[in-house]
């Protein structure tokens, strides 16, 4: 049984981890870049190592660093949380090398899912419906040509090694077509070392839907439904919720038993992700499988009753899944809205800085993850994500004002935030009904973003507030006296002075 864990993450992840841990009194290792020293997650585990410098190729992306951490601390699992080395085959693989087990699915599956084409080959084999396209690298322009007819326009030309919407290109006629492709492989070679690229039909507003799953090592695959993440923003999510508006009792059993088939088509152990987008009149593609836990999966926890980093860690134990399909339920809604210190009237500019104030919202039916506390100063290398806001309800409407009250109580000075952009959206008419796309940012930008007539008067009145502004994070900010929970002083000093460098 896993007595101890390293977490190669940081940030709100690292902490969330981190409870479940505590929760199931299993030790916590914590490793920290040079810019995270005073981080909250080196604050909350039990032992903590430096693993190099601040940029995080050389520290949260370096696998020989992490795995000395993991060995000195006699750690016997590794949780990667989301982003850095998640999904990463070989650092999966290294793992279970030195013995030491790696809490999500093995290289195998990694590698399928990770490269595009395979996984839609695999799909295509498992009865998971894939958009129309190609089934092969293409690298013959004859055979684009020929796909293209067949399918008809638009299309997108999409990287193999990409997903999450790198490397992708909308084609709208033939004559953009074999400039476009030329293009796009030329640009994954460069992007991802690899040039494959693949045709898929243009879905027009499509929806976003994606399945959670868990499988464990025994071959029992459930899934724990939906989650709709159509409001993007250059495709990174800023609202998620379950259940999706847009689902019917059938579709959700139907997309559900595929998402198990993809999992099952893998071999997958653990909690992973397939991702759907779905069209208006309810035709589902799959689009590709993240082989990690994600971003959005509290609105399924909180919905589901299950902690999923419980189940991973119960998993990784090699115990069978303690439920059946049929044991499992939605109840009520649940809505997560993403934090960032970032301007949204300022084309979201990253606003890195020091916290001078926090009041996090608390009451009946919120959740909070975050990791920033008063007086911690948020590093430039990173994500600038903050946390993460989710409130539950009954019903929908009910989740909806619960959001809005959290929102409104949330008080944070020091750093902008996408605050005021988040309750613009929970204002917007086609998000209150529920009936939005993918395309929801762009078509409400008028109402979601300030545009800023700004005449002489303005621009001194802006001076003035950014000097001002300047002149407060000058005031010397005292950090904070920490006696118990959090971490000590003494901690922090011991991390400063006496770095275990590896
Ligand atoms: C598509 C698509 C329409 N048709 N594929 C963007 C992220 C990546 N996971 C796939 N993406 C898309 N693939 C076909 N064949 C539209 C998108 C897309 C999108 C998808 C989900 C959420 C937001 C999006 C925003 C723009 C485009």
Known sequence: MIKKILVANRGEIAVRVMRSCRELGIGTVAVFSDADRTAMHVR?????YNIGPAPSRESYLNIDNIIGAAKKSGADAIHPGYGFL????????????????????DAYAITTMGDKITARQTMIRSGVPVVPGTTEKLTDEKKAVEVVNEIGFPIMIKASGGGGGKGMRLVRSMEDLLPMLRM???EAMNAFGDDAVYIEKYIESPHHIEFQILADQHGNVVHLFERECSIQRRHQKVIEETPSPLMNPELRNEMGEKAVAAAKAVNYEGAGTIEFIVSDNLNYYFLEMNTRLQ??????????????????INIANGLALSFKQEDLKQHGHAIQCRIYAEDPDNNFMPNPGIIKHIT??????VRYDGYVYEGYEIPMYY?????????????????????????????????????????????IPSFIAGKYTTHFIEENSEKLLLKKKCGTECEDMAFIAAFVNYMDKLEKIQPP???DAL????????????????
């Open 295 to 312: 971003v959005e999966h509290p609105v399924t926890e909180r919905v589901v009753g299950v902690d999923l980093v419980k189940e991973q």
């Open 86 to 105: 998640s999904e990463n085959a070989a650092f999966s693989r290294r793992c279970s090398e030195v013995g030491i087990k790696f809490i999500g699915p």
């Open 481 to 483: 006296k920490y006696t």
């Open 487 to 502: 971490g000590s002083n003494w901690k922090d000093f011991g991390r400063k002075r006496n770095v275990l460098r590896l």
């Open 44 to 48: 909350y585990a039990d032992e903590a």
């Open 383 to 427: 994500d600038p994500m903050i946390c993460k806001l989710i409130t539950w309800g009954q019903t929908r409407p009910e989740a909806i004002a619960r959001m809005r009250r959290a929102l409104y109580e949330y008080k944070i000075t020091g750093v902008i935030t996408s605050i005021k952009f988040l309750e613009r959206i929970m204002d």
């Open 360 to 365: 996090e919202p608390l009451g009946l039916g």
């Open 184 to 186: 796009a492989r030329s």
